[in-house]
């Protein structure tokens, strides 16, 4: 059956799957979404038996519908190859008996090499097929890891070009070393005074912007977007799921039908969206665990129906999860009000004006499959402490959140099913956080890039996980881009790098 997508806002146009990952946002400033919802057409014994390539194309075939089998087998093929370390592509490791589904053996050390990884062959397919002759500028706000994976991704793409705003206060210097070191013709790295969401707002208002689009058309560009609102990012991400699933199933740590929790590290609410497709396609998932740093706004959410963003930002040392406006949140609003994209267009607009919304009783109940937990930043610092101390195994400080609401959620509720953990980074992406929590200290103190790198090498000497090789690479890149611009100044940062 074909997949068409719609926008959460309502508009009646009705895009293909090539279109909605060109488009990005949709006209209307509404995200795409799937217009039904797709099974998975082979048994979980089947999938236990299939590499991930195979178990991939299994479940992106359903959403993308347009692209053949032969190409969308041979972007898998080219996404997930030698720049992830293992040949699993998403190991699990199993430590104090729950499951850390391990998604940062790509080039860039995050979870979003995960979809970076394939977004850039999909959308080269998708614009061969819509005959695109536009140039692609692709245009990205960052919490810290989304840049790097789309600046790896699409650096000398031909077609396309790439422009990258984050938070100059706001990531790792892993983080930051890591995106203004990118080399390629085609970027343009710029620091902003402000948050994520700030980068966030002034893209999407960029985005929607009419006489930009006329301007940007006039030079033959068009912009897309490699954040989470873009769907080519949550469809490969749905894949991860269903895989660790079927190894768990193969490695007989789980009887055949049996439910699963699945926990995860949130800001902008696109990996735990994957996971609620992937349990939409059939995946046994008894709860969708929605873990959040002391930023809860998600975890109030959950808890009282109310979504405010009103509330003081708080900087983390799970910096990539400082988000107090969850774009994603809004597809999984559009499918709890019935797929009706009215009274989702309400709710959001309510957000923009007033800063909260609240939802009905009704749709409380359709998230009855989600629980929520948050953890304080001492409470992070214990969980990678005691996770080391009891089984040798080093965690990031976004997994620690994941681990310790875990923790919590079990003494809640005494559920103690199967737990996968989604471990998002590596810890060797944030050593200064990591190495004070080993030591007992709180997780705070910025330190700089040279000074991560050699507390990344006593982290390593003491654990005995090996650095990884981009770690490696990192020491020697020099920095290309200085960029820092004001938020308002954001746009005159693309006029100039798009000559417009
Ligand atoms: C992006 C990111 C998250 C949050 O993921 P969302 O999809 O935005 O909820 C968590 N941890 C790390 C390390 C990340 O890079």
Same mark, same amino acid.
């Given at each position: 059956?074909?997949?068409? +997508?719609?926008?959460?806002?309502? =508009? ?18 509404g995200l795409y979404v799937p217009d039904h919802l797709p099974r998975l057409e082979k ?25 053949? %089998? ?7 093929? $080219? ?13 699990? !490791?199993?430590?104090?008996?729950? +499951? ?17 990884? @394939? ?5 080269? /397919?998708?614009?061969?097929?819509? /005959?695109?002759? *536009? ?5 990205? $706000? ?35 070393? %890591?995106?203004?070191? %990118? ?24 985005? !929607? ?7 940007? =058309?006039?030079k033959m560009l068009r912009f897309s977007s490699a954040n989470s609102i873009n769907i080519?990012?949550?469809?490969? %991400? ?11 199933? *193969?490695?007989?740590? @789980? ?18 969206? &994957? ?17 959040? /740093?002391? /930023? ?56 923009? *004006? ?6 009905? *009783? ?18 992070? $610092? ?16 976004? !997994?620690?959140?994941?681990? &310790?609401?875990?923790?919590? +959620? ?38 700089? &890039? ?51």
């Amino acid at each position: 059956m074909e997949m068409l +997508y719609r926008s959460t806002r309502g =508009n009646r146009e009705i895009a293909s799957a090539s279109l909605a990952m060109l488009n990005g946002l949709a006209p209307d400033g509404g995200l795409y979404v799937p217009d039904h919802l797709p099974r998975l057409e082979k048994s979980f014994v089947e999938l236990s038996q299939m590499t991930y390539h195979d178990i991939a194309y299994e479940v992106m075939r359903q959403f993308l519908t347009d692209f053949s %089998q032969k190409e969308l087998r041979a972007c898998i093929r $080219a996404a997930y190859d030698e720049k992830f370390d293992t040949p699993q592509i998403a190991p699990i !490791t199993v430590a104090d008996g729950r +499951y850390f589904l391990e998604l940062w053996h790509g080039k860039t050390m995050a979870f979003k090499d995960m979809a970076l990884s @394939i977004l850039p062959y999909l959308m080269a /397919n998708a614009a061969h097929k819509l /005959n695109e002759e *536009r140039e692609i500028v692709i245009l990205t $706000a960052t919490s810290g890891d989304t840049g790097k994976a789309a600046l790896a991704g699409f650096a000398d793409v031909p077609g396309t070009k790439i422009i990258v705003f984050y938070p100059k206060h706001g990531v790792s210097p892993v983080q930051e070393k %890591q995106m203004v070191t %990118q080399e390629g013709d085609n970027v343009l790295v710029v620091g902003i005074k402000g948050n994520f969401d700030d980068a966030q707002n002034g893209v999407k208002v960029l985005f !929607t912007d009419e006489g930009m689009r006329a301007r940007m =058309n006039e030079k033959m560009l068009r912009f897309s977007s490699a954040n989470s609102i873009n769907i080519g990012r949550l469809v490969p %991400q749905i894949a991860y799921y269903v895989a660790s699933y079927a190894a768990m199933l *193969r490695e007989e740590e @789980i009887g055949s039908g049996s439910e699963i929790n699945i926990c995860v590290p949130t800001g902008n609410f696109g990996n735990i969206l &994957a996971a609620y497709y992937a349990r939409w396609m059939g995946l046994p998932v008894h709860k969708l665990i929605c873990a959040s /740093n002391s /930023n809860k706004v998600l975890f109030d959410f959950f808890r009282q129906g109310v979504y405010d963003k009103e509330r003081e930002f708080i900087t983390t040392q799970s910096p990539s999860m400082d988000i107090l406006i969850s774009s994603n949140l809004e597809r999984l609003i559009y499918h709890t009000a019935g797929d009706d994209a009215e009274k989702c267009a309400a709710l959001m607009k309510r957000l923009s *004006r007033e800063g909260h919304y609240e939802i009905s *009783r009704e749709m409380e109940k359709e998230l009855s499959c989600f629980a929520a937990g948050y953890a304080t930043e001492e409470e992070c $610092a214990a969980a990678i402490r005691e996770l080391y101390d009891t089984t040798g195994y080093l965690i990031d400080t976004h !997994t620690a959140v994941g681990a &310790a609401v875990h923790r919590k +959620y079990v003494k809640e509720t005494g559920d103690d099913r199967a737990t996968l953990i989604a471990s998002t980074a590596s810890p060797y992406k944030f050593p200064r956080a990591v190495w004070n929590a080993l030591q007992g200290r709180a997780l705070s103190d910025r330190s700089d &890039a040279t000074e991560d790198e050699a507390l990344a090498e006593r982290l390593s000497k003491k654990s005995g996980m090996p650095l990884p090789e981009p770690f490696l690479q990192l020491k020697q890149a020099r920095v290309r881009h200085n960029t820092v611009c004001e938020k308002e100044g954001m746009r005159a940062e693309v006029e100039r790098f798009l000559g417009l």
